[in-house]
């Protein structure tokens, strides 16, 4: 019999704001354990939260990023469940009437658009962390309060490509509007994956595999499980509706606990806070606040700036990489040459292999005047390399390296020339070659007298002399 696999996420995403969702302590990643937390946050009897404006305007942003309908009258709720992470022993969340109703969002996959529907995205609390170490399990309250939003699709997905190439898409948009830092790897985005199969035309009964922090986890996950369900139902059994974990270094999930309906959780309205209220002109304000996003400035930069649509996908698969390259380009650098310098250098640089996220440790003014002194021959693109290592994370000026480097271009044709005749005369075999029509030996002359100059000489000039030198 053929089965359907059919997944739902429930995507978690911290906002950075710059206190947490309802206290003045510090929202920030890392610290001393149980140190960034206060009387509400830790959840003492009789004291009352205040709400963070910020928390409900980035919410709104990333709604208006997933073409959400935003909701004039949502409101607060509490979830009520006993675990170790969550001191008041109910979270602060929304239920029925959260800040933002149904969106969708367009990813590609093997060069063709598909959609995800958006179910609904609510704001709520962060719960604490535990930590197992040795046999012992201690809590870290630090997270807790944190605001975190929960963005909720519609089963419209069916395998692991599917889910990484919209969750790439998810991420990127919500990078784009700056409302989180996406770092998976320090828990800012997590991902719930519900899964059922069954045959095709029907819906079977779904697990939940909490908690995933990389597309990597995602996608064996969702793998794993798929095959463990179809297992199930081809040896005549029942799936079981449950919670249940991923063990990424075993490669294998397991059951956690039975799953939860809403009515477990014994929702009722918070009465500590008053409703939010969003008026049009409110939604409007925050709209102007969202930034061109990843499919607009591809748009822009194949047809206004004529790149190839694969440096424009390089180019916006990351919102610093993006506004470095926007930034240069406004300076006046060339787009293709800024293009090509941020795919071979700046990346080269920025990626950590492991890590989904890219470090960008220099300015657009920087990576102006990198390619302008190349273009007016002051240092050579190769020894730019050298020139970037040396600014990396700093303010320093690349005239400045290029100076205390000493790796200012030499640009005097009679020194370059003086150089080049020697390494003629000393290779009259390659120069035979090159008479005879074979053009690549170029490349070994401008090596030689590259490295006889210590990477100095200008190979324009080089590449000048060449024919005049030789001859036909």
């Not at 419209?156 to 998810?170: G, I, K, T, Y």
């Not at 509007?177 to 985005?189: A, H, I, P, R």
């Not at 014994?266 to 409007?284: Q, S, W």
């Amino acid at each position: 019999m053929d089965y359907i696999t059919t997944i739902g996420l429930e995507i978690h995403c911290e906002l950075k704001t710059a206190t947490k969702i309802f206290c003045s302590c510090p929202n920030v990643f890392g610290g001393e354990p149980n140190t960034h937390c206060c009387p509400i946050c830790s959840g003492f009897p009789g004291v009352l939260p205040v709400l963070n404006k910020k928390a409900v305007e980035y919410t709104v942003r990333a709604g208006l990023a997933l073409g959400c309908k935003i909701n004039e009258y949502s409101k607060w709720d509490r979830k009520n469940y006993f675990y170790p992470d969550l001191p008041k022993a109910w979270q602060t969340s929304q239920y029925d009437l959260p800040l933002c109703g149904a969106g969708r969002v367009d990813y590609r996959l093997n060069g063709e658009t598909r959609s995800v529907r958006i179910n609904r995205i609510h704001l709520e609390e962060d719960a604490g962390k535990l930590v197992h170490e040795g046999g012992v399990t201690k809590v870290d309250y630090n997270r807790c309060g944190v605001p975190l939003m929960e963005i909720v699709t519609e089963p419209d997905l069916h395998s692991a490509e599917e889910v990484v190439a919209f969750l790439e898409e998810l991420k990127s948009r919500l990078k784009y509007t700056g409302v989180s830092d996406v770092k998976m790897q320090e828990g800012s985005l997590r991902c719930d994956v519900n899964l059922s199969v069954a045959p095709e035309g029907r819906l079977g009964t779904r697990t939940e595999t909490k908690n995933l922090n990389s597309f990597r986890a995602v996608a064996r996950s969702v793998e794993f499980e798929a095959a463990r369900q179809k297992k199930i139902l081809s040896g005549g059994g029942k799936v079981v509706q449950e919670t249940r974990r991923w063990d990424d270094g075993a490669g294998e999930g397991y059951s956690m606990r039975s799953k939860e309906n809403a009515h477990d959780y014994r929702y009722f309205p918070e009465p500590d806070l008053m409703p939010v209220i969003m008026t049009a002109a409110d939604v409007e304000r925050i709209r102007a606040d969202v930034p061109m996003l990843k499919n607009e400035r591809v748009a822009k930069y194949t047809g206004q700036y004529g790149l190839p649509e694969y440096d424009a996908g390089i180019l916006t698969s990351d919102r610093e990489i993006a506004d470095l390259f926007d930034g240069a380009v406004e300076l006046g650098a060339a787009p293709k040459k800024a293009s090509n310098y941020i795919m071979s250098e700046v990346l080269r640089k920025g990626k950590t292999e492991g890590s989904e996220d890219v470090t960008v440790g220099i300015s657009s003014r920087q990576l102006y005047e990198i390619l302008s002194l190349v273009d007016n021959g002051t240092v050579s693109l190769a020894a730019t390399r050298e020139v970037l290592e040396n600014i990396w994370l700093s303010d320093k000026s690349p005239a400045a390296a290029v100076e205390e480097l000493g790796l200012k271009q030499n640009n005097d044709s009679g020194a370059i020339e003086a150089v080049l005749k020697e390494i003629i005369a000393a290779n009259p075999k390659v120069v035979a070659d090159y008479k005879a029509g074979n053009a690549k030996v170029t490349a070994f002359f401008v090596g030689q007298v590259m490295k006889a100059t210590k990477g100095k000489a200008n190979p324009k000039i080089i590449n000048e002399l060449l024919p005049k030198l030789i001859g036909d």
